[in-house]
């Protein structure tokens, strides 16, 4: 059914909340003063296939779990796209800040958390989960956070601003193939995300990262597809990102590994193996390789730093005089 719907301002949260979960699915909403008058506002204007809603005034943290979903599947994703104040939003272990000039698509059928200020501005565009993976398998398998402020994500922003200021104006046929273009741009933006991805979001990605290795360093076959799948970032938004840092994902394992085993070689628990087999522990193939990568690393051999021996003052080689 093809119409128009303008909801609010709403006298209270239980008429907002039955308005918002009936667009976005079952849901908990949750505001500072429930008993306060609701001054939020939903207009939406939705097809079989689409719907594109303007949002805008009221505080509050949305949670939608696994139990919302399974007595409410969607089937469907949702493009947040910010016009005015800042979003938060958080699915699997990817969260960022969204604000003017950044972009949001999620799954509505994967647990995640919304929350906002009331100054918060928004147009949400609501696509069919199977038309995502039609266009990007890739895409349709992980949040994806990009920029809207140039390119081809600036080009989205308009079209989905203009799309909601003209609603009114179009039949179903051309709303339902003004969306499909729309998320065609979408799709294509969301995967090469990593070349235009917020400068603002990378330092948070980028200290995630950084946790990571550290806490699975020792695991065997960790790299940065393992890394990106555990994060919810596509592998080149990880590499942009660490490329940006001034390095890559192998040499931050590398490094991550050689502290690990540091630590390990000094440390009474591991007094009982040997340096080969803390070599192994810490994702090392090889005894040779371990030993090279760690004297350059620290100046000295596993057995010198097993021993409690310093390195070699600044300028000065191990065992000698510069």
């Known amino acids: 059914m093809y119409q128009l719907t303008a909801v609010g301002p709403l006298p209270s949260v239980s008429d907002w909340n039955d308005a918002f979960t009936g667009l976005h699915g079952a849901s908990r909403v949750a505001v500072a003063d429930r008993t306060a008058p609701w001054t939020g506002r939903l207009d939406c204007q939705h097809s079989q296939s689409y719907a594109i809603a303007l949002c805008t005034g009221g505080q509050q943290t949305v949670t939608r779990t696994s139990r919302h979903i399974g007595s409410d599947?969607?089937?469907?994703?949702?493009?947040?796209?910010?016009?005015?104040?800042?979003?938060?939003?958080?699915?699997?272990?990817?969260?960022?800040?969204?604000?003017?000039?950044?972009?949001?698509?999620?799954?509505?059928?994967?647990?995640?958390?919304?929350?906002?200020?009331?100054?918060?501005?928004?147009?949400?565009?609501?696509?069919?989960?199977?038309?995502?993976?039609?266009?990007?398998?890739?895409?349709?398998?992980?949040?994806?956070?990009?920029?809207?402020?140039?390119?081809?994500?600036?080009?989205?922003?308009?079209?989905?601003?203009?799309?909601?200021?003209?609603?009114?104006?179009?039949?179903?046929?051309?709303?339902?193939?003004?969306?499909?273009?729309?998320?065609?741009?979408?799709?294509?933006?969301?995967?090469?995300?990593?070349?235009?991805?917020?400068?603002?979001?990378?330092?948070?990605?980028?200290?995630?990262?950084?946790?990571?290795?550290?806490?699975?360093?020792?695991?065997?076959?960790?790299?940065?597809?393992?890394?990106?799948?555990?994060?919810?970032?596509?592998?080149?938004?990880?590499?942009?990102?660490?490329?940006?840092?001034?390095?890559?994902s192998r040499d931050l394992i590398r490094r991550e590994r050689l502290l690990l085993a540091r630590t390990r070689l000094s440390s009474p628990g591991w007094a009982g193996q040997s340096i080969a087999g803390i070599a192994h522990a810490c994702g090392f193939g090889s005894h040779a390789s371990f030993s090279t990568a760690f004297r350059q690393e620290f100046g000295m051999t596993p057995r010198e730093a097993r021993h409690g021996a310093l390195p070699p003052p600044a300028g000065q080689a191990p065992g000698g005089v510069k």
Do not use: K
Not at 79 to 92: C, D, F, S, Y
Not at 110 to 119: G, K, S, Y
Not at 189 to 215: L, N
């Open 73 to 248: 599947p969607r089937g469907t994703y949702e493009l947040l796209v910010p016009l005015a104040g800042t979003a938060w939003v958080e699915q699997g272990p990817a969260s960022g800040e969204i604000a003017p000039g950044a972009m949001a698509l999620c799954s509505i059928d994967r647990p995640m958390a919304f929350a906002h200020n009331a100054d918060l501005r928004s147009i949400s565009l609501i696509v069919p989960g199977r038309e995502v993976l039609a266009r990007s398998p890739t895409v349709s398998r992980e949040p994806q956070l990009f920029s809207g402020a140039s390119g081809l994500g600036r080009v989205i922003r308009t079209m989905v601003t203009a799309l909601q200021e003209e609603r009114e104006q179009l039949s179903e046929v051309t709303f339902d193939l003004a969306c499909e273009r729309l998320l065609d741009l979408v799709c294509l933006a969301a995967e090469g995300a990593v070349d235009s991805a917020p400068s603002g979001q990378r330092a948070t990605v980028e200290a995630d990262i950084r946790r990571y290795v550290r806490r699975h360093a020792g695991d065997d076959g960790l790299d940065v597809a393992g890394i990106a799948r555990a994060l919810g970032w596509s592998t080149r938004y990880i590499q942009q990102v660490l490329r940006d840092a001034g390095t890559t």
